[in-house]
Each structure stands twice: as structure tokens, then as C-alpha cells.
């Protein structure tokens, strides 16, 4: 659409200096720099001074390829990804990333590592994934002819089970313990194309949160400037960072005079990046206690989101399900129904309450219909109802 | 957004000399056509000599006040409805509704009908409904601050009634042959805004199809002309309608030459658009079997459909669940998991498969989450799981 990648090669995120050629994605972290306690990521270098500044003249619309020379090659075929509304909500702005072929934020990822997985040739595409990342994972994969398998474990909602099924998958329901080891038997002996992590810390695909980059990009264009500040629900980070790279991009090519303050927000039950940030580790694991927000809660955590933000002078926040749920209520009733997961960001905003020189963001990342407890309720029928029944 | 309302006035469709003011509208079909045995819709007229025709340049986008001066005046606040993506699918294009706010084609009609509720000053808006049309009123007076009342019913899929209920509308779930007196006494006693039908044959909302013209619109600047042929799930035909009136406009504000053959899809079940097209009825009641696309069935059709199918050479096609499943599947396997009903379309389209002398377009109007059994199955665990069980 609009020109090719100008993508050159990975670089290490442990040490800048350490490159290597933009193929094969380095899906086990950085050969260099990694140790047996952290894993370094790696991303994607590009020719910057290539770039049409003209690219950030376009609107926002369904498909990323509006991008392409700030991606890496993108060789899997769209599903419309992209595009997504900005709406106010109290004092901020949501980014409501539902609106996604999926209906989450993962879709811009897959469109990036499905296609890194069809550049390389590989037979199938493997991934460990209960929920939004598995599903998108194997519809892009299905769009692009490609065989994918997809590890999940019982825990997720029905409803999402059933939805990771629909792309015609192989979908098997294993022992959560278990998906790791068999990822990797599955990589080595069928050379299938993970797209998700292998390390110690997260270190995922290099190209991942390449995709991410484009919601910066869309945000800078939607609000006529970079935002203040963005607050993210955050798993792995990927999200986090990925934004974070696309408004340091929107700054080097002389586009915005500043990037915005970054806020990673983890669930209270655990947050392995607050806990590196505090502590001052590249990267942390902590344990895990109980919590309805699924979709990203987890032990580990990786080196980007602490770049992410450290180098944007951010915070991390924690928030409770509680607040999640606040958040949840309040934003459906300006009609945004959204995941729990996905809205802490909001809640994170909220906590923080903090005053910003410019615009707020917070990115609501999936839909209501994938959270736990959705379709286990019942409802009385009233029989002969009245007005009066009716108002009560 | 792109300059103020063009409308002028209502205009029955049983007779277009019949002209009335523009509010309020007149949601119990027109006075001056409608019998006892048959009830009369209006349409929206509107001053086209004013039309700036550069409007045609803009691209699609989400939020349809881009489209204002072809709209009745847009008073509810946006939820980002409509630039929803079109994907090729086989030969034909699929534009994927379920990528608006509440993740079906409703978006469109209630931005514009709950617009019509705040011009009227209305306390609040009343909907009979047990799916998307109802979360949809839902979301878009929770934006408005207006009340709504949901008259729902039982039988609709459990994460459904979640969904409807999610926006704080006051739900109500009644046996089905209550909802309309109650509905009734909802507009007479409280003066609530209706934004269902209230007539022996349908007629809805006057205002409502004027929200999916905009479809026509985007799918002109999408494929750069006008299909040669639409396939629409139909229910009331309120969709297929709409986008056959927007069609008409743009050929007749001289930017297109044709307009396209409009096929209304049906339920096997049921089909009162079918029914009515064959017997030479201007509208038609049938009996309905028993089927599981619960969005589009129903007993009570309505003149639009038959204008929009007669007027533009289309036809009437009846499909079975069995075809729709085959759609849901093939289409799934592309990386698009649509709701049942709406792959009426793309089902209908399969059935008649005729050549066409342009691009053809298949609405698919919903997301797969909304569908009847959705999230009541059970997968097994594999406990202890070799490369061999999950390849087997």
C-alpha cells in the first residue's frame, strides 16, 4: 500500500550494538546477551531516513499495511485490523482496540508474526494462548493458509474456548504446565513458527510488538499530536512497549517534539514489571495470586515493558479486580463494554489521578463476550408483566 | 463533521405524496396509507440540490456525522459506528459489520434513531429486542444519557442477555407475546421513544434505515463503484432497504449509473419478504419453523424489503441453517467467525450463484460470540499430552 518494508535487521534489546539479519526472527531471545536468569529481546531496526513523512498524513483504516515501510514485511493477508475509534470518557480518551478483527489489540501482532511465519516458510504456525492470542493467532493463520496449533488450558471462559475453536485450529486443552515443553518439541521437530514465548523472561517474537507500533502512529494522527500520557493493560508488555517505540520513532523522524509519559498497568494479584521496576531488574517473575482479570495476569515479565517505561519516565500501577470492575461498569454505561483485563487502564488512570499537560489515553484492548462469567447467569422471566412490574 | 442535516421531511412509502414534517417521527407507520391489514412506512426526504458531492471523496471512517447532510439530524453522540472493513471472501466481498461498537450493523440504525429520541426530547427510548438491536438502543442511550427499557426474552443465548444488559438499560425479560402491548404502553404512558416496530406489518422506526445507507455509501468509496449485486441478511429489511436508498441517492446525485440488484436472504423458517415478493403482496405474515438464526426470524415482514428487492431487480432467497452453518464454517476458516444469522447473505449468495457483471457483496452483519450454544460445551483436558496426541 504503501511501499515496501524498510525494515533492515533485529537488534538486541540488551545491548544496541548486538545486530543481527532481519531473518530468521530470533524467537528465543538475544543469542548475546541473555543469561540463564534474564532473557534480552530483541527488535526490528529500520532505514529511517527512507521514510515519506507523507505516511503520517493518511486517516486511520482497516489494515496496518497503511504502514508498511515501518513494519517488517507483511506477507500474511489482512483481516481489516487497525483503525480503531478514539472516544472520550470522563477526562481521557479510550482507544477502543475491540473494534479489531477479533474484536482485541492482539490482531495487530498476529498480522506481523503470521506474516514473519509466512516469510520463513514454515509449515504451521504454534502458540500457548486461553484467550484473545490464540484466537487471533489462528484466524490469521486460517486467512493465510497456514496450519496452527494452538495449547490452551481448561480455565478460560467457555465462550472463549469455543472462539479459539471457530478458526479451525488444531486446539488442544492441556495441563497449563504442560504447554511449554510441547511449544518447543513443536518448533524443534515440526519447525513450526511460535508466536509466543520460549524464555525465561518474556522475551515472545522480536516482530510482535512491530504491530503495536501502528496504534501510536493512529493515535498521533487521531488527536493531531502524541498523547501526555498513556495508561495500558499489561500482561507481557508487549502492547506497552510496542506503542512506546512508535511515538520514539514519531520523535526521530522530527514528526513530534516529545513521546508520551508510558504507564504499565498489571493486576494487584501479581505485576512482575512493577517488581522489576522497583527493584531495578531488567526483568522479574513473582508469584501469582487470584484474579478474574485472565487475560493478563502472569508471573512473568520481560525487559521491554521496563524500558518502556523507565525511558518514557512512566509508572507502573497495580490495580485490583475491583477497580476493574468499576472501570468495567462505568465505561459500558457510556456504552463501551469491554473485558476486564482490558481495562486496566483505566483503572490504572483512575488510581493514579494524576494531571497530565496534554491529552490521556487509555487503550481498552477486547470485548465484554470474553470475560469469565459472561452467559452463566439466569434470569427470571417475569410472566404477565405490568407498567408497574416493568418500573419497579 | 461534514455540515448540518439535509433532511427535510417524512415521506410514506405507501405513497410519496403523502409528506410530512420531519418530527416528530412518526413511529407508527404512515396515517394517511396504512390499513388494518397493512401498515405503511415513511422515509426520510431530503434537499439533494445541496449536497456537496466532495462528501463521496472522504474515506470510510468511524463515525457516520461524516455522512451528516444525507442524515437526519445527529444528536446522540457517537460510539464510532460504521468503516467497517471489506474482505474478499471467495468471489465475492465480505463487509464485516460485526466491527462496530456492539459488534453487530445496529450501530448504524441507533446512532440515528436515538438521535431522534434526544431531537423529540424524549425521557428515554423503549426497545423490544433479545439480541443485538437491543444492546445496541442500550449503548447508544447510555451515551445519550437517556434511560432505556429492554423488553427482551428468555430464549435468547445466555452471554446475550450478559451482553444486553451490560449497558444499564432497565432489562426486562417477558414472555415473547407481552413485549409488544407492554412496549405500547411504554411510548402512550411514559413517552419514551420507540425504537421498535409498533404496526400489524412492519414499519419500525422511519429514521432508522437512513443509519444503513451509510453502508452504501462506504462500499461506493470502497470498491470505487457500486456492486453489481448486495446479499443481506434479512429480518424486517430494514438493512437492505437502507443501503438499496443510499445506492439510489448516489445515482441520483449523478456519481454513480447503476444501482445494484439487492437480494433479501431469509430463513427457510419463515421468509415474509419472500412470501410477499411472490404472492405480489406489498407485505406478508408467515408461520415460522423452528431455526437457529435467531436474529433474522421472524413472522412479520414489512413493505421495504419488498420495494428494495422489486424496485432494484433483485430477488428473495430463502436458506436453510444447514447453509448458513456451511457459510459460518467456510467463512471462520478465512479468519471471520460470524454469528449464524448473520451469514444470510453469504449463504443466500452461495444458493443462487449466479454471475453478476461486477463485485458482489455479502453483508455479514455479527460477531460469532452471539450465537445460540456459544460457550456451552465442554472440551476434554489432555492430562500428560505427547507431540503424538496433539498431532493425532
Redesign the interface.
Known amino acids: 500500500m504503501n511501499g515496501p518494508s524498510l525494515a533492515l535487521r533485529q537488534r538486541s534489546l540488551g545491548d544496541p550494538s548486538a545486530e543481527f539479519p532481519l531473518f530468521p526472527p530470533l524467537t528465543r531471545g538475544c543469542p548475546k546477551t541473555s543469561t540463564d536468569e534474564i532473557a534480552y529481546p530483541l527488535e526490528v531496526a529500520y532505514d529511517y531516513a527512507r521514510v515519506d513523512r507523507g505516511l503520517f498524513t493518511q486517516?486511520?483504516?482497516?489494515?496496518i499495511a497503511r504502514w508498511s515501510p515501518l513494519l517488517p514485511p507483511l506477507e500474511a493477508p489482512?483481516?481489516?485490523e487497525g483503525?480503531?475509534?478514539?472516544?472520550p470518557f470522563e477526562d481521557v480518551f479510550i482507544k477502543?482496540e475491540?473494534?479489531?478483527?477479533?474484536?482485541s489489540h492482539k490482531d495487530r501482532l498476529n498480522r506481523v508474526v503470521v506474516s514473519a511465519a509466512v516469510a520463513s516458510g514454515a509449515p504451521g504456525v504454534v502458540v500457548a494462548s486461553s484467550g484473545n492470542h490464540g484466537a487471533s493467532a489462528a484466524?490469521?493463520a486460517?486467512?493465510a493458509g497456514l496450519p496452527a496449533?494452538v495449547?490452551t488450558?481448561?480455565d478460560s471462559?467457555?465462550?472463549v474456548?469455543?472462539?479459539v475453536?471457530?478458526?479451525?485450529a488444531?486446539?488442544?486443552?492441556?495441563?497449563p504446565e504442560?504447554r511449554w515443553p510441547?511449544l518447543r518439541?513443536?518448533v524443534d521437530?515440526?519447525g513450526y513458527h511460535p508466536v509466543s514465548n520460549q524464555t525465561v523472561t518474556h522475551t515472545g517474537h522480536p516482530f510482535g510488538p512491530e504491530g503495536y507500533k501502528t496504534m501510536a502512529y493512529e493515535l498521533f494522527v487521531q488527536l493531531g499530536r502524541v498523547p501526555a500520557a498513556v495508561f495500558a493493560p499489561t500482561g507481557y508488555a508487549e502492547l506497552l512497549f510496542g506503542m512506546w517505540k512508535g511515538f520514539v520513532e514519531l520523535q526521530l523522524l522530527g514528526l513530534a517534539e516529545r513521546a508520551p509519559r508510558m504507564f504499565s498497568c498489571e493486576t494487584a494479584s501479581g505485576g512482575p514489571h512493577a517488581r522489576a521496576l522497583a527493584t531495578g531488574a531488567p526483568a522479574a517473575i513473582v508469584e501469582l495470586g487470584p484474579s478474574d482479570a485472565y487475560g493478563i495476569s502472569g508471573t512473568v515479565g520481560g525487559h521491554r515493558g521496563v524500558l518502556a517505561v523507565r525511558d518514557s519516565g512512566g509508572e507502573a500501577v497495580l490495580v485490583t479486580d475491583e477497580e476493574m470492575r468499576r472501570a468495567q461498569?462505568d465505561l459500558?454505561?457510556?456504552?463501551?463494554?469491554q473485558e476486564l483485563s482490558g481495562l486496566a487502564g483505566v483503572a490504572g488512570y483512575r488510581r493514579l489521578r494524576r494531571d497530565f499537560d496534554g491529552p490521556v489515553v487509555c487503550v481498552a484492548t477486547s470485548?465484554?463476550?470474553?470475560d469469565l462469567g459472561?452467559?452463566?447467569?439466569?434470569?427470571?422471566?417475569?410472566?404477565?408483566?405490568t407498567?408497574a412490574?416493568?418500573?419497579s
Chains 1, 2 share one sequence.
Open positions: 486517516e486511520p483504516g482497516t489494515d489482512t483481516l481489516g483503525g480503531t475509534p478514539l472516544l477502543d475491540s473494534r479489531n478483527p477479533t474484536w484466524a490469521y486460517a486467512r496449533i495449547l488450558s481448561a471462559p467457555p465462550a474456548q469455543d472462539f475453536r471457530a478458526y479451525g488444531k486446539v488442544v486443552s492441556v495441563p504442560a510441547l518439541e513443536i521437530r515440526l461498569r459500558a454505561r457510556q456504552g463501551m463494554w470485548s465484554g463476550f470474553k459472561v452467559g452463566t447467569e439466569r434470569y427470571p422471566v417475569l410472566e404477565n408483566p407498567l412490574d416493568v418500573m
